[in-house]
């Protein structure tokens, strides 16, 4: 909550709205975890085709930084 309100990072709420416009499904499972200086959202999707991604989204930014099929 600090984070958010400091400016660190946005609400989880903000990040999930960007994504589903980029990576379309159902987000199953988020995690929020400290990588080399600053928050990153781990997030799994289940995509319409049945596929789980994990996505890795810079919680400041919500820009996707990487997406890989599990």
Same mark, same amino acid.
């Given at each position: 909550?600090?984070?958010?309100?400091?400016?660190?990072?946005?609400?989880?709420?903000?990040?999930?709205?960007?994504?589903?416009?980029?990576?379309?499904?159902? =987000? $199953?499972?988020?995690?929020?975890?400290?990588?080399?200086?600053?928050? $990153?959202?781990? $997030?799994?999707?289940?995509?319409?085709?049945?596929?789980?991604?994990?996505?890795?989204?810079?919680?400041?930014?919500?820009? =996707?930084?990487?997406?890989?099929?599990?």
């Amino acid at each position: 909550r600090q984070a958010v309100q400091s400016g660190e990072m946005l609400p989880m709420a903000a990040v999930l709205q960007r994504l589903e416009a980029e990576v379309p499904g159902r =987000v $199953i499972e988020v995690e929020l975890e400290p990588e080399e200086g600053r928050w $990153i959202y781990e $997030i799994r999707v289940l995509q319409t085709d049945g596929r789980l991604l994990k996505v890795k989204v810079d919680a400041r930014s919500s820009a =996707v930084l990487r997406r890989q099929p599990r």
